[in-house]
């Protein structure tokens, strides 16, 4: 135990193997609002890798022999949980419009609820994520403090902007820009394979449009495009993957929540 009253995890980093290239990487740890999901792709000449996690324990050191080869780190959007361990990758990607985020990442995480509004609390509750229980169930070393965690910055060493080409050698992916989670979100799209990396654009879990920075209008546009997409499967930002029904269904179940809009 610890100045927190929360266990130390053996281990921070839970790794499962997907498929012959795609690795998943979460933190088991962290609940589910902030336990982004980080994709692992082994490509003939590069390696990608999608989002990094909330930053709290090194990503990097934990799974150094994935990263072995040349490797190119994307972020499907600037917000804390998918940024956090950006900067320790040399090739860092993100589009455009959350360049400068990325770039002027400051401050500490605030991860202690003790602190929080109450009232953020609540309206979190509302969208369908309840954090009044805490945002961790365990912390990654002994010393760790809840308010304690430098963020830091991550400015970028590729700018991406929709049409871009992320070319791995037997594999490439186009990349869709996806706004309306945030202005910069982008999906990552293997048309040959018919995979998807999602990001926060669209997951199997309660979907955010009314946070800082989110626009309703821009997200249902986002998901008509996305509704034709001819996916087989979708790695979303958080939670579990999807096949083209169930990618459909949230689609479809977020476009009636809001017809109108
Ligand atoms: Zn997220
Ligand atoms: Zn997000």
Redesign the pocket.
Known sequence: MNACNLPVADEWFVRTRVDDAVTLLTEPHVHPLLR?NIWHVHGAGRDLLVDTGLGIASLHAAAVDLFEADLIAVA??A????VGGLHEFGSRAIHAAEAETARSISGVLHLDLANADPAAIEQMAGWGYDIAGGLLTAVPRADFELDGVPRIPAPPTQILVEGDVIDLGDRAFEVLHLPG??PG?IGLWDAANQLLFS??AVYDGPL?DE?EGADIEAYVATMERLRELPVATVHG??DESMDRRRFRGVIDAYLARRAGA
């Open positions: 982004c499907t959007h917000h804390t949980d998918h989670h945030s979100s990001g926060d955010l946070i930002g958080h």
